[in-house]
């Protein structure tokens, strides 16, 4: 089978730090993936073209440099290539720079949100998996957080604008059948990680000898996800494929809409992890002691996060299960490789 007649994949944030790693599966299960990112400055540009050139060694992949909120750019790659799987991943970032540049969030998560939704619905693929954030379930205190739960009271604008991509897209799920599958992500690590995340400043801070902050006095936990698990969970939810429900309605527990084919399911490792506990699994890595700087909680923050992980099990069987430890070892040895410390 040639290039041209494998199944396409349209992968949005193609160069991102999970982006480029969705690719690599989809590509190695058949596909040829389509890759749109826009390389903008958020972070080291440098850091997203070495992601797109690893990709780039593969045949099946060809990349779109630009913005998602471009009016026509999304609807233009889906009436050339058709995908039968989107991916939805290409977004502004972070909860802290949310604060900062709140506009960022408006154009890229919202306009380019729209933008989305708009060429999938003049061109449907069988499913469209679309990226949101445990930040959602905002000042919620019952955990594990379940998809099932309010989550009515986020507490940063990046969150916000993934609750509001949440409502906008079950609304296109709705209206014009596109099955949908809304993806809460827990705190994701591993090799190639985005700079601006704790792993990676911690372990920059420590091989350089500078002190790490350390926000509400190191009483902090999350629910830390291995890359190579987030990947296996959207992978397999690609197979999931929600369907409007009948008159019977979801079944007892599923995050399945009453009304559209569109599910929002948790991916993450289960298992919330003291903050102080994965600096010392980062020190045990590097073999050298963090010199420690206790702070104030910041604003927007939260003091923990913790995943229910039992709807994705029960739909395709998967579990996250990747101790922080090994994660943290094989982002080290990484992070070592690639800037020759």
Not at 99 to 104: A, L, V
Not at 189 to 216: H, Q, S
């Amino acid at each position: 089978m040639t290039e041209t007649e494998l199944p396409v994949a349209l992968v949005t944030g193609s160069a991102g730090f999970i982006g480029m790693h969705v690719c690599e599966r989809l590509i190695a299960d058949g596909y040829r993936v389509v890759g749109l990112d826009s390389l903008n400055d958020y972070y080291s540009v440098a850091l997203k073209q070495a992601r797109h050139d690893r990709l780039a060694r593969h045949n099946a992949f060809s990349a779109e440099i630009g913005k998602i909120e471009d009016p026509g750019r999304l609807m233009r790659l889906f009436e050339e290539n058709r995908p039968s799987l989107v991916v939805h991943l290409a977004a502004q970032a972070g909860v802290r720079y949310s604060i900062e540049q709140p506009r960022s969030y408006l154009e890229a998560n919202l306009q380019g949100g729209f933008e989305l939704l708009e060429a999938a619905r003049a061109h449907p693929p069988a499913h469209m998996l679309f990226a949101s954030t445990s930040s959602v379930y905002g000042a919620n205190t019952e955990m594990p957080y379940r998809e099932t739960a309010k989550a009515d009271t986020q507490m940063s604008f990046y969150a916000a604008t993934k609750k509001a991509g949440e409502a906008m897209a079950h609304s296109y799920a709705h209206l014009y059948d596109l099955p949908i599958t809304m993806f809460r992500f827990f705190t994701v690590y591993g090799p190639w990680g985005r700079p601006d995340m704790a792993l990676f400043k911690f372990t920059r801070a420590i091989l350089e000898d500078t002190p790490i902050d350390i926000y509400n006095h190191g009483d902090m936990k999350r629910d830390f996800t291995y890359i190579d698990d987030l990947v296996e969970g959207i992978r397999h939810l690609a197979d999931a494929i929600p369907a409007r429900p009948g008159p019977e309605g979801p079944r007892e527990g599923d995050s399945l809409s009453a009304v559209a084919p569109f599910r929002v399911v948790n991916i993450g490792n289960g298992a919330p992890v003291p903050l102080m506990e994965f600096v010392e699994a980062i020190e045990a890595a590097l073999g050298r002691t963090a010199i420690k700087r206790f702070l104030d909680m910041q604003p927007g923050d939260v003091p923990a996060t913790w995943a229910d992980t039992r709807l994705i099990g029960e739909l395709t069987g998967y579990a996250p299960s990747t101790p922080v430890a090994f994660g943290v070892a094989r982002f080290v040895e990484w992070y070592r490789d690639y800037h020759g410390v």
